[in-house]
């Protein structure tokens, strides 16, 4: 029996190494909002203050608080805290920008109209919501319980607004004959965008145009996406695209379309640098071919 004892512990040994391993790599993929590694380092801080304040009694954070909340410019947002065993201890919310103290128990401290402090009798929660917030009211607050010395639990508040952006940036040139590609992304809209369209100077780009070759496809979700193809462009189909979500701001690119009659205009573009990488790639494998082509006659003629 000893020596199968003895030999148990070393694998032991490794499936401990092996847990710490996996906690590690684990560590690297967590999501923004709560997360295993977030969460047992925080409840051994609760435990460890626990102890530390040499009570069974003494008050913690429930480790599925939020930590990361997003909200939306102009729609109502909710910072959570849930507490354990608060008994008779207070809990405020306290805004770190400028260390302005928002709410203590069920009041409001602030004059900003905006804040407010929610809680239901009995409850662990202790909420501060922010009516209509603002982008400049992203950042750092602090649920705190007033235990001696306090302890916090840090809530970071991102305000987002809807936002529309054509992935091609301000400009775009391409040759004469291509097409023109363009993907517009929508985000942070309260819900997806009802419609997405899509104008060619001041013309609305519709596939029943006497153009021909143009094709839409719109995702809508939480990020929405509408790609517009033109096919075989030619120079009156250059000009400002503007993508205009529903309920986002619109956002346009310049389309210049060159003609490769002036190669002097087509050098600020991409499009040509492209092609001369595609053209002396080719040149050099026709030269590779043309160079290896007698060592393989020659061996050829060697057996
Ligand atoms: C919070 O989440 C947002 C996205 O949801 C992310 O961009 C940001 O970096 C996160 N912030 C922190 C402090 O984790
Ligand atoms: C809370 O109650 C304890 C006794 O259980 C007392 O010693 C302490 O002073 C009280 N604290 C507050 C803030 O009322
Ligand atoms: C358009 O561009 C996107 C990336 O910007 C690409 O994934 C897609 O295949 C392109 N479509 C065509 C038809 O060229």
Known sequence: MGPIVSGARPVLWLSLLHGFFFLVADSGTESPEGTTTDMSSRQFRAEFLHEWQGSPDAPYFDPGTPKNITGLVG????????????????????????????????????????????????????????????????????????TTPPIGHAVFLNIVEPETIISSGPELFIQAGSTINLTCTVRHTPEPPTSITWTHGDQIINFDSARGGISLVTEKGLKSTSRLLVQRA??????????????????????????????????????????????????????????????FNALEFGT
Request: aromatic share 6%.
């Open 75 to 146: 729609h109502p947002v909710r910072l959570l805290c849930r507490v354990k065993n608060l008994k008779n201890r207070t809990v405020s919310w306290v805004r770190h920008r400028d260390i302005h103290l928002l709410t203590v128990g069920r009041y409001t401290y602030t004059s900003d109209q905006r804040f407010e402090a929610q809680h239901k009798p009995r409850s662990e929660e202790w909420a501060l919501r922010i009516r209509s917030p603002q982008r400049r009211d992203s950042g750092q607050y602090e649920c705190q319980i007033s």
């Open 234 to 295: 030619r120079g009156q189909d250059a000009g400002v695209y503007t993508c205009g979500p529903n309920n986002a701001p619109s956002s346009s690119t310049r389309v210049h379309v060159l003609s490769g009659e002036h190669p002097a205009a087509m050098q600020q573009g991409s499009a040509r640098s492209t092609l001369d990488k595609t053209a002396s790639i080719l040149c050099c494998l026709s030269m590779l071919y043309v160079l290896s082509k007698p060592t």
